[in-house]
C-alpha cells in the first residue's frame, strides 16, 4: 500500500479515535476484577483471628467428612480378624474384607486425607502474618492453634503411613497451580521422623484446657470442649503413638507419662467430687466403672454412649444438638442402619469372639468382661452384629449369674468416633515397658490388669481379678500376646486393631503371625490369602489407580504390581 | 393513487418550472416565507414544504392549504427551501426571495433510470463489496425459505453450510440442535457457533453447572427468540479472519442473523398462516405383555437353571382366583408407546407492517405460535414481536431502533430422575411392563377410571426399577412443568455521518449503540400424590418446585468507519475501529417443597416441608476492541486485515488480555483483462488465502482467585476452607487457522461456488477439571492449558440458477458437502492417562480412549461373533446336547485347546486366579472374538471399532419452477460415522425387569438353538458387553423437506387491492435413507466423548400448509 496515503489515513483514524479509547479505557483493568460473589478471595482475608479459627475448625471439618472418617475406620479395622461383610456390602467393602484388593478400590483413595493436611498446611502458612496484623490475636493463641493443625496433620500422615507405607509427604500449602504436584512418596520412617519432630516442636503450645472443669460445681461438662479439640494430653497420646511405631520405648513411656499423670491430676484435684459415683482408682489410675449400683455397662455408656467421657483424650465429635448436619456416616453405614431397632450395618463381628457367651468363656473373653457384650450383639445363633458405638447403652444385671444384656439402640448417626483414650495410652505405655525388657514386665502388667479389672469389675486388687501374672511373666513373648490380647478386648471396632496387627509384624519382621490370625474369619481361599500375606509388601494398601494415572513419580508397591502399571512408571 | 393514475391516462407534458426573476437580494432570520404550489391542473394542495439547514436537517416546515399556498417563518437565510409532493420530482431552491411560485413536475416521466450500487456483505463487520469478501463466509436469504414451515433457523440451516453440522438433539418441544462448524477444536469447552442478531450477541450468563458439552437448550432459547419470519438474511462466517472482528466470542465460527427493517414506500402488511401436522415415527416394537412375561420367567431361570426362581413373583404369574388382588392390573397387553403417542398440532399466525416516508421508516412484526406436541400433554405457545423503527434526523444523523420481545409457555412434561438417569415420558413408556394396566380395574377386569400405580408392596425385584418409574399417561395428566420465558432486547442506535455523505468524498462515519437484554424464566413444577407409590411421607408427594432466573446484560458499542477516497479510483481503503463493553447480572432462585396439603396448592409458597432453597447470583462483564482494515486495488487484488484484542475477567492479570490478529486477501483472476479473452465461460474466479488466531476462554468467573467457602462447621463453630488451586498459569485457548478458498462462476454465473480448504491448529487446549494428584489436597484444577489439536478439512459449495431452462420450466440446485479430520497433536501423558476409563468389567460400557495423533470420538470395544449354540464341545454335533459351537478355548488356527487329559478349556471372563462359576460362558451366551486366544474375554480382546465422527457432511437440494408453481426439495446426509445404539442395546439385553423389543423373540432358548440373540439373564452373565453388536453405521440421507408453492400473479390480485397470495403445501423429515437400526441416525456428538443413541425421542415427522398475502 501507498506508505504516504497509509499514514494520511492513521494519522486520520487515529485522531478520531484517541477521545474514544481514552473514554474506553479508563478504568478497564478494574471493570474486569469480578469478585466472586459467594466467596471471600485470598486478597481479603487472613486478616483476623476469626479467619484463623475458621479455617482451623475447617481442618476438624474435614476429618468428620464421611470419606474420611470411613478410612480412618476401616483402615485401621477391615483387614484384622474383627471384621466380616454385613449386609449389602458394597463390592469394594466386599474385596477388602476377603483381601482381594485391587488398586481401583475407592477405599484406597487417600484423597480426603491430603485435603485435611492442606488445610492443615494453610492454617500453618497465614496464621503467623494474621498474628502480626491483628493485636487481639496473642502469640500464645496463635501458637496453640499452630499445634492443633499441626496435631490434625500429623495424624493424617500417621493413618496414611500405616496403610500405605510410603507416601508424598509436604508441609507446602496448595495455593496455586505454581506448585509442582507431582511428587514422589518419602518412605515411612522419613515421615514419621518428620511427623515426630513436628509434634515435638510444638507439643507444649496447645491448650490444656478449652474450658476449665470447674470442681465446685456437681454437672458440668467441660470435657466436650477439652476431648473435641485438640488438647496438649491428645497431643502426647498422639505422640506416643508415634514414638511406639518408631520403637523409640524410653519416649513413648514418657509420652504415656505425661497423659497417665495429667488425668491423675485432672481427677485429684479437679474432678473427685464431681466424678466420685463413676470413677474408681485401678492400680492407681482413675477409670470409670463399668458397675453402679446393680447394673453394668456404665463406663461404655458413658464411654460410647455419650461420648466425650472422663477417659477421652481426643474424639471427633458429631453433636446432635447442632444440627449442621455434620453425621457419623462411618458407624451409621458400617455398624449399624440408624433405627430404634439394631439392624445389620455393611459389616458384622466375627462369631469365634462372642459364641458361647454368656455361659462359657471365650478365647477372647471372660463371662464377665463387660466389652465382650458393649462390642458384640448376637441375634439368633447365627448373626453377630457390632454393637459398639451402635448402642448407646448397655445394661448388664448383676443380680443374673449369666448376662443377657440389654441395648438401646442408637437411632441417628450422631455417635463420636475416638482417636485416643486413657486405656489406649494406658496399654501403649505397657507395650513400650515390655519391649524395654523383663524389668519393666511388673509395672506393664500393673497397666494391663488395670484396665482388665474396670472390666471385669475386680474392683479390690486379688479378687475377681481374671488375669494372673505368673501366667505371662516369665517370657517377653507371653507378655507381648497379653498386651495384645488386651488391647484387642479394649480396643475392638474402634480402628486400633489392624495398625496393632501390622506393627507387631513390621517390629519382629515376620507377617506369618498375623496372616494365621486374619485368615481364621475367611471361609475360602485361606492358603492364598496366606501366601500373598507373607510378603510384607502385601501390608500396605496399594495406591489408588487414578492417583498413579496423574502421578507419574508415584511407584506402585510391589505387591500390587500388574502389567499396565509398569507402562506409567515409564512416564 | 387516483390522481397519479389520472395523470398517466392523460399524458402530461414535463412543464418546467418557472421562476419569476427577481433581482436576488439577502433575506433574514424572521421573515416570513409564502409561496404557491401549482402543478399541470392547479394548486396542490397537502405538499410539505420545508427549510433545510447545511446538513439537510428541517428546521421549519409548512404544508399548503387547499389553493396551494403556503408559508412559516424563516430561520437562516443560508438553508434551502425544499417542496416534496407524492409522485413529483422534489424542487430544492435557495432562500433568495420571500414568495414563491412553485410548479411541481410529475416524477413518473423520467425516461430511464440507471442505479449502480455494489452488493455489500449484510454483516457488522465493515459493508464490504460481497465481490471483495476474502473470507471464508457463506450466506444465505431467508428469500429462499419463504413458506417454510420452520421454528428455528437451524432447521432451515440444515444441510445448506458447508461445514456446518446440524444435529437435533431430541423431538421434544423446545429441545433444540447442536451445532458444530468445522468439527470439534476443544476438548470441553463451549463448541456451538457464536449467534450473532443485528450484530447482538445474545448474553444471559450461565450458572456454574452448566453443561456445555450436552445441553443445547440454552441456545435453542437464543434462536427461538428469533422468529424464522424476521429474518432477512443469514451469514455464516468459518474462518478465523472472518471471525477475526469477535474475536474469542467467535471462536467456533459465527452465524451473524440480520433481521429485516423497514423500506420506504406504501405501508404494506403480510399475513402468513400455517398449519402443521406432526407425529411420531414408528419407534422400535415392543413385546406385549404375554411375550414379557414369558422373557422374564427365562430371565429369571437361566443364570442358575432354577424353575423355581420366578414361582415368587406374582406379577408375572397370572394368578387368578384370589391369588393375587392385583392379578388384573397385571393381566393385560398394554401398548405404552401408543398411549403417550398422539399427532400434534402446530399453528403459525405472523404479522408485519413495514413501509415508511421520508423520515422515518418502520416494520413492526408479531408472531404467535401455537404448537401441541407429538408426546401427549406437550404444549408450546410463543409470542414474538419485533419493532424496528429508522428515523432519518437528517441526511447524515439517523436514530434507530429495535425492540425484540418473545414470550415462550412450554408445558413439558413433568421429568424426573432414576438412578441418576432423567426419564421422559417416551423413555419411561419404552421400558414399562407391558402386562400392566393403565388404569385401575376391578375384579372382573373393568376400567375404573383411575391411573393404576404399581403398589409399594410389589414384589422385591420390582422395587428398585419399574416401582420407580410413574404411570407415564397419569404423569402427563396429573403433573405439572411449565416453563415460561420472556426476553426483551430493546436496542438504540445512532449514526452520525462526520464528514458527510457525498460518495465521491472521505467519509467518516460513527455508530453508537446500546443494547439491554432482558430474560426472565420460571420454571413451575408439581408433583401430585396420586402418581407416588411411597405415600403421603415420600418426599415426592405433592411436590412443587419453583424456579426463577433473571438475568440484565447491556452493551454498548461504539464503530467509527472511515472510508477515505483517493484521487486515483484504483485504490479503494475502508477501515473500522470498534470497542464493546458488556457487563450482565444474573440471579437465580429455586424452591423445592414436598408435603404441600392438597393437590390443588401446586405452588411452592404455600407452607410444606422445605426441601431445597437456594439461590445463586451472577455476572459477566468484557471489553474489546476491534480494528479492521480492507484495502481493494482495482477491485481485484483485496487485502484484508484485523485485529482484535479481547478483555476477560476470567484470566489473571497477567493473561487478561488477548490479541488476535487476522489477515486474508483475494485475487480475482476472472477480473484480469487477459483473463477474459482466454476463458470467457468462467465469470468468476477468485483465490482467497486467509491466515488468523482467534482465542477461546474458560466458561467460569473467578478461577485466578484463591478462594474461601464456609463450611458445615464443627462443633458450634463455622468453618472457612480454600476451596480451589488459584490459577496464575492459566491463558487463552488459542486457535490458528489457514485458509484457502477458491470462489468460481460459470455462465455467468449461472453456475458458481466456492471450495474450502483449511487447517487449525488449537494450541494450550483449555481442559476443565484436569485431574490433579490428590496428594496436594485437591483433586483437580479447575483449567488447564494442556494441549494441543490439529482440524483439518475442505468443504464445497456448488449453487446453480436456472441451469435447466425450458419454456416455463426450470431448475435450480445447491449442494454442500464437507469433510473434517480431527486429531490431538500434544497432550501430557497424565492429563491423558486422566482422560481414559479403564475396563471396568461392567456391560454395556465402551472404553473411550483420547490418544495422541488420533481423532477423538473413536469407539473401543470387543468383537461380537453370534451365539453359542451349546453348552457342551463335541467335534460333531448330537442335536440338543453338544456340539462345536461351545464356548471352548481355541488357538490362533481355531482349533480346540486341549489340556494333558484331553479336556477342553472353557471360555472364561477376565480369569483373575479364582475358579468361579458366574465367570464361565455357557451355551446362548454371546461370543465374543477372543483376540489373543488365551481362552479368556478381558480388556486385551478390546479393539477399535470406528469412530463417531462423520467422513462428509452436506446436503442439497433442488428447486423446480414451473411458471408460477415452484417444488422445493431439500436433503441433508452424513456419511460414515458409527453410533452406539445404547437403546437398542437397553431393549435387547434382558438382563433387568424392562420390556424389551421384539427383536428378542429370536433368542436362545434351549441347548441347540442357532439364534441370533444370546439367552435371557436376569442381572447376569456378560452378554452385553460393549462389542460391534451395538456399534452402528450412522451413515443416512434425509429428505429435509419438500414444498410446493405457488404464487397467484399479480394483475389477478389487483381486483381485491392485494398484492401477493402464495399458498403452499410441505413435508418435513418425511424419509430417511439409512441402515441404521434405531428411530433416528442423527446422534449427537459431544468433546472426546462417542456419539451414542440414548432413545431420545425421535425427531417428529411433519406436514405443513399455509398462505401468505400481503396488501
Known amino acids: 500500500m501507498n506508505t504516504k496515503i497509509y499514514n ?8 478520531f479515535l484517541l477521545p474514544l479509547s481514552s473514554f474506553l479505557l479508563t478504568g478497564c483493568s478494574d471493570f474486569l476484577d469480578v469478585l466472586p460473589l459467594n466467596d471471600v478471595v485470598l486478597e481479603n482475608y487472613w486478616t483476623k483471628k476469626s479467619d484463623v479459627t475458621s479455617t482451623l475448625m475447617g481442618c476438624y471439618e474435614s476429618l468428620q467428612s464421611e470419606d474420611c472418617i470411613t478410612r480412618m475406620g476401616l483402615w485401621g479395622e477391615v483387614r484384622s480378624d474383627n471384621m466380616k461383610p454385613g449386609v449389602a456390602s458394597s463390592q469394594d467393602l466386599e474385596q477388602l474384607v476377603k483381601e482381594n484388593i485391587l488398586p481401583s478400590n475407592s477405599f484406597c483413595n487417600w484423597a480426603v486425607f491430603y485435603q485435611t493436611i492442606n488445610r492443615c498446611n494453610i492454617v500453618i502458612n497465614y496464621a503467623p502474618q494474621v498474628q502480626e496484623q491483628d493485636p487481639n490475636y496473642a502469640l500464645s493463641e496463635m501458637k496453640a492453634n499452630l499445634a492443633e493443625a499441626t496435631f490434625i496433620r500429623s495424624l493424617c500422615y500417621f493413618y496414611l503411613i500405616r496403610t500405605f507405607r510410603d507416601v508424598p509427604f509436604s508441609r507446602e500449602p496448595s495455593i496455586d497451580d505454581t506448585k509442582e504436584y507431582r511428587v514422589p512418596a518419602d518412605s515411612f520412617n522419613v515421615v514419621l521422623d518428620n511427623i515426630i519432630a513436628d509434634m515435638e516442636a510444638v507439643k507444649d503450645d496447645a491448650q490444656l484446657y478449652f474450658r476449665k472443669p470447674n470442681p465446685d460445681r456437681l454437672k458440668e461438662d467441660a470435657e466436650i470442649d477439652n476431648t473435641a479439640r485438640v488438647t496438649r494430653p491428645a497431643m502426647y497420646a498422639l505422640l506416643a503413638d508415634l514414638y511406639l511405631w518408631k520403637g523409640d520405648w524410653q519416649k513413648c513411656v514418657e509420652c504415656c507419662n505425661y497423659v497417665i499423670k495429667f488425668k491423675q491430676d485432672e481427677y485429684e484435684k479437679l474432678l473427685k467430687r464431681r466424678l466420685q459415683n463413676d470413677v474408681w482408682i485401678f492400680n492407681d489410675i482413675p477409670l470409670l466403672m463399668e458397675k453402679v449400683e446393680n447394673t453394668s455397662g456404665n463406663a461404655f455408656t458413658e464411654i460410647f454412649g455419650q461420648g466425650n467421657s472422663f477417659e477421652s483424650l481426643f474424639e471427633i465429635t458429631f453433636d446432635e444438638q447442632l444440627n449442621n448436619g455434620n453425621r457419623n456416616t462411618y458407624l451409621g453405614n458400617h455398624y449399624y442402619n440408624g433405627g430404634s431397632t439394631q439392624s445389620n450395618g455393611r459389616l458384622s463381628a466375627c462369631e469365634e469372639f462372642y459364641e458361647g457367651l454368656p455361659t462359657s468363656s471365650t478365647e477372647l473373653f471372660n463371662t464377665k468382661d463387660c466389652r465382650a457384650y458393649g462390642s458384640i450383639y448376637q441375634v439368633g445363633t447365627t448373626q453377630f452384629f457390632i454393637a459398639k458405638y451402635a448402642a448407646n447403652r448397655v445394661v448388664l444385671d448383676n443380680s443374673k449369674s449369666n448376662w443377657t444384656p440389654s441395648y438401646n439402640w442408637r437411632s441417628s448417626n450422631y455417635a463420636n468416633w475416638i482417636v485416643y483414650r486413657l486405656t489406649d495410652v494406658m496399654l501403649m505405655k505397657a507395650e513400650a515397658l515390655i519391649e524395654q525388657g523383663s524389668d519393666h514386665f511388673e509395672e506393664a502388667y500393673s497397666l494391663i490388669n488395670a484396665v482388665n479389672r474396670r472390666a471385669v469389675n475386680a474392683f479390690t486388687p486379688g479378687t475377681g481379678e481374671v488375669l494372673k501374672y505368673d501366667d505371662y511373666k516369665d517370657s517377653k513373648e507371653n507378655m507381648e500376646k497379653l498386651v495384645m490380647d488386651e488391647r484387642h478386648r479394649e480396643l475392638m471396632f474402634e480402628g486400633k486393631r489392624w495398625f496393632d496387627l501390622v506393627r507387631t509384624a513390621r517390629r519382629t519382621g515376620d507377617t506369618r503371625e498375623l496372616a494365621k490370625t486374619v485368615t481364621k474369619k475367611q471361609l475360602t481361599n485361606i492358603s492364598g490369602i496366606q501366601i500373598r500375606l507373607a510378603d510384607p509388601n502385601a501390608l500396605y494398601l496399594p495406591y489408588y489407580r487414578n492417583e498413579l494415572k496423574v502421578n507419574p513419580y508415584l511407584h506402585q508397591n510391589p505387591a500390587y504390581h500388574t502389567g499396565d502399571d509398569s507402562d506409567l512408571e515409564k512416564n | 393513487m387516483s390522481n397519479k393514475r389520472l395523470y398517466r391516462i392523460l399524458g402530461l407534458i414535463m412543464i418546467n418550472c418557472q421562476l419569476s426573476i427577481v433581482s436576488s437580494f439577502a433575506q433574514n432570520a424572521g421573515d416570513i416565507i409564502s409561496g404557491t404550489v401549482t402543478d399541470a391542473f392547479g394548486p396542490v394542495m397537502m405538499a ?31 438553508d434551502r427551501l425544499r417542496v416534496t409532493y407524492v409522485g413529483y420530482k422534489t424542487v430544492t431552491l435557495p432562500f433568495n426571495k420571500t414568495k414563491f411560485l412553485i410548479k411541481m413536475e410529475d416524477a413518473t416521466q423520467i425516461k430511464e433510470v440507471t442505479v449502480t450500487a455494489k452488493r455489500r456483505a449484510q454483516g457488522s463487520g465493515l459493508a464490504i463489496p460481497e465481490k471483495e469478501i476474502s473470507t471464508a463466509r457463506q450466506s444465505i436469504s431467508m428469500k429462499e425459505f419463504e413458506g417454510m ?40 469447552g463451549n463448541q456451538e457457533p457464536l449467534i450473532v442478531v443485528d450484530g447482538n450477541v445474545w448474553e444471559t450468563g450461565n450458572t456454574k453447572d452448566f453443561d456445555f458439552t450436552s445441553a443445547n437448550d440454552e441456545k435453542f432459547a437464543e434462536l427461538l427468540n428469533v422468529n424464522p419470519e424476521d429474518i432477512e438474511s443469514i451469514a455464516v462466517l468459518k474462518d478465523a479472519a472472518a471471525t477475526a472482528i469477535w474475536g474469542s466470542q467467535g471462536a467456533n465460527g459465527v452465524i451473524e442473523i440480520k433481521t429485516k427493517r423497514g423500506v420506504r414506500g406504501k405501508t404494506r402488511v403480510t399475513y402468513s398462516y400455517r398449519l402443521t401436522g406432526t407425529y411420531q415415527p414408528e419407534g422400535m416394537k415392543l413385546l406385549n405383555g404375554d411375550e414379557y412375561t414369558m422373557m422374564l420367567k427365562e430371565e429369571y431361570f437361566n443364570p442358575h437353571l432354577q424353575a423355581s426362581a420366578s414361582d415368587n413373583i406374582n406379577e408375572i404369574n397370572y394368578k387368578s382366583g384370589g391369588e393375587f388382588s392385583e392379578y388384573q392390573m397385571y393381566n393385560n397387553n398394554t401398548d405404552w408407546v401408543d398411549a403417550v403417542k398422539q399427532t400434534g398440532w402446530r399453528q403459525n399466525h405472523y404479522v408485519a407492517l413495514s413501509g415508511g416516508g421520508e423520515k422515518a421508516h418502520f416494520r413492526i412484526a408479531a408472531g404467535y405460535d401455537h404448537e401441541t406436541g407429538s408426546i401427549i400433554k406437550q404444549q408450546l405457545d410463543r409470542f414474538t414481536t419485533r419493532v424496528a423503527l429508522d428515523y432519518f434526523v437528517s441526511d447524515r444523523i439517523k436514530v434507530a431502533t429495535n425492540v425484540a420481545l418473545t414470550y415462550t409457555d412450554n408445558q413439558k412434561n413433568y421429568s424426573y430422575k432414576v438412578n441418576n438417569q432423567n426419564v421422559d415420558l417416551l423413555s419411561s413408556a419404552y421400558i414399562r411392563m407391558p402386562n400392566l394396566a393403565i388404569y385401575e380395574e376391578d375384579k372382573d377386569g373393568n376400567s375404573l377410571g383411575t391411573y393404576y400405580n404399581m403398589l409399594p408392596t410389589v414384589s422385591s425385584v420390582f422395587r428398585d426399577n419399574q416401582l420407580q418409574y410413574y404411570n407415564p399417561v397419569a404423569l402427563a395428566n396429573l403433573a405439572k412443568n411449565e416453563e415460561t420465558s420472556y426476553n426483551i432486547e430493546p436496542e438504540f442506535k445512532l449514526n452520525y455521518e462526520l464528514l458527510g455523505i457525498d460518495d465521491e468524498k472521505s467519509r467518516l462515519s460513527y ?15 408439581f408433583l401430585p400424590l396420586e402418581l407416588i407409590t411411597g405415600g403421603w411421607n415420600s418426599t415426592d408427594a405433592n411436590k412443587a418446585t419453583n424456579n426463577a432466573y433473571k438475568s440484565l446484560g447491556i452493551t454498548t458499542t461504539h464503530t467509527l468507519t472511515y472510508v477515505p477516497q483517493f484521487r486515483n479510483k484504483d485504490h479503494q481503503v475502508m477501515m473500522m475501529l470498534r470497542g464493546q463493553l458488556t457487563k450482565g447480572t444474573s440471579t437465580s432462585q429455586n424452591t423445592s417443597e414436598y408435603g404441600l396439603p392438597t393437590g390443588t396448592i401446586i405452588s411452592a409458597s404455600a407452607p410444606g416441608i422445605i426441601s431445597e432453597f437456594n439461590s445463586s447470583p451472577g455476572q459477566w462483564r468484557s471489553i474489546y476492541f476491534t480494528y479492521s482494515a480492507h484495502y481493494a ?11 482484535r484484542r479481547d478483555g476477560s475477567t476470567k484470566f489473571g492479570d497477567d493473561e487478561r488480555w488477548g490479541n488476535f490478529p487476522a489477515l486474508s486477501g483475494k485475487w480475482i483472476l476472472s477480473d484480469e483483462p487477459w483473463f477474459q479473452k482466454t476463458l470467457p465461460f468462467i465469470s468468476t474466479l477468485a483465490l482467497r488465502p486467509g491466515w488468523g488466531i482467534v482465542g477461546n476462554q474458560p466458561l467460569f468467573e473467578a478461577l485466578y482467585y484463591s478462594k474461601y467457602t464456609g463450611g458445615k462447621g464443627y462443633l458450634n463453630q463455622g468453618s472457612v476452607y480454600q476451596s480451589n488451586v488459584q490459577l496464575k498459569k492459566l491463558k487463552w485457548e488459542q486457535k490458528e487457522t489457514f485458509n484457502l478458498g477458491v470462489d468460481f462462476g460459470f455462465f455467468d454465473d449461472r453456475i458458481n461456488g466456492n471450495v474450502e480448504v483449511y487447517k487449525q491448529k488449537t494450541t494450550d487446549l483449555l481442559m476443565q477439571n484436569r ?7 485437591f483433586s483437580s484444577l479447575s483449567y488447564q492449558n ?59 460400557s465402551y472404553l473411550s480412549r483420547v490418544e495422541l495423533n488420533r481423532p477423538l470420538g473413536g469407539i473401543y470395544g470387543f468383537r461380537y461373533k453370534g451365539v453359542f449354540q451349546y453348552s457342551k464341545y463335541s467335534e460333531v454335533e448330537v442335536p440338543g446336547v453338544s456340539g462345536p459351537n461351545a464356548p471352548v478355548a481355541r488357538d490362533a488356527e481355531g482349533n480346540v485347546i486341549l489340556d494333558n487329559y484331553g479336556r477342553t478349556k472353557p471360555i472364561m471372563f477376565c480369569y483373575d486366579g479364582v475358579e468361579d462359576e458366574d465367570k464361565e460362558f455357557k451355551g446362548g451366551d454371546a461370543i465374543y472374538e477372543d483376540v489373543n486366544h488365551d481362552g479368556q474375554i478381558d480388556e486385551l480382546d478390546i479393539v477399535y471399532l470406528g469412530s463417531s465422527l462423520p467422513k462428509i457432511t452436506g446436503g442439497f437440494g433442488f428447486k423446480l419452477h414451473y411458471g408460477r408453481l415452484t417444488l422445493n426439495s431439500q436433503f441433508n446426509f452424513r456419511y460414515g460415522n458409527k453410533i452406539i445404539n445404547r437403546a437398542r442395546m437397553n431393549a435387547e439385553n434382558m438382563y433387568s425387569n424392562n420390556n424389551q423389543s421384539r427383536a428378542v423373540l429370536w433368542r436362545w432358548r434351549v441347548e441347540g438353538d442357532d439364534m441370533p440373540i444370546p439367552r435371557a439373564l436376569y442381572n447376569y452373565g456378560y452378554n452385553w458387553l460393549g462389542s460391534d453388536r451395538f456399534v452402528e453405521d450412522g451413515s443416512f440421507i434425509r429428505l429435509n423437506y419438500v414444498q410446493l408453492s405457488y404464487s397467484l400473479a399479480q394483475n389477478s390480485l389487483k381486483k381485491f387491492g392485494l398484492q401477493q397470495l402464495n399458498f403452499y403445501v410441505s413435508a418435513n423429515n418425511l424419509f430417511v435413507l439409512t441402515k441404521y437400526s434405531g428411530a433416528d441416525p442423527e446422534v449427537n456428538y459431544g468433546g472426546y466423548g462417542v456419539a451414542t443413541d440414548n432413545a431420545q425421542t425421535p425427531r417428529a415427522k411433519s406436514f405443513t400448509a399455509g398462505i401468505t398475502l400481503s396488501f
Open chain 2, 48 to 78: 410539505n414544504v420545508v427549510e433545510l439547514d447545511a446538513a439537510n436537517r428541517i428546521v421549519a416546515s409548512a404544508v399548503t392549504d387547499m389553493s396551494g399556498n403556503f408559508s412559516f417563518q424563516l430561520k437562516n437565510p443560508k
Open chain 1, 8 to 15: 494520511k489515513v492513521k494519522a486520520g483514524a487515529l485522531s
Open chain 2, 633 to 643: 486495488y482495482k477491485g481485484r487484488y483485496v487485502l484484508d486485515f484485523s485485529m
Open chain 2, 786 to 844: 494442556v494441549g494441543a489439536m490439529e482440524n483439518v478439512g475442505w468443504e464445497f459449495n456448488l449453487n446453480g440458477n436456472r441451469i435447466i431452462r425450458a419454456g416455463k420450466f426450470s431448475v435450480d440446485f445447491n449442494v454442500t458437502f464437507a469433510n473434517n479430520r480431527n486429531k490431538l497433536t500434544e497432550m501430557d501423558e497424565t492429563v491423558l492417562a486422566s482422560l481414559n476409563s479403564d475396563f471396568n468389567r461392567q456391560n454395556g
Open chain 2, 149 to 188: 414451515a420452520f421454528t428455528t433457523v437451524d432447521e432451515a440451516l440444515q444441510g445448506r453450510i458447508a461445514g456446518l453440522d446440524i444435529v437435533g438433539n431430541s423431538g421434544n418441544l423446545g429441545s433444540g440442535t447442536s451445532m458444530r462448524l468445522r468439527g470439534v477444536s476443544s476438548i470441553n
Open chain 2, 771 to 777: 485431574a490433579l494428584p490428590s496428594s496436594s489436597g
Open chain 2, 511 to 525: 455508530e453508537g449503540k446500546i443494547v439491554f437484554n432482558i430474560f426472565n424464566r420460571y420454571n413451575d413444577m
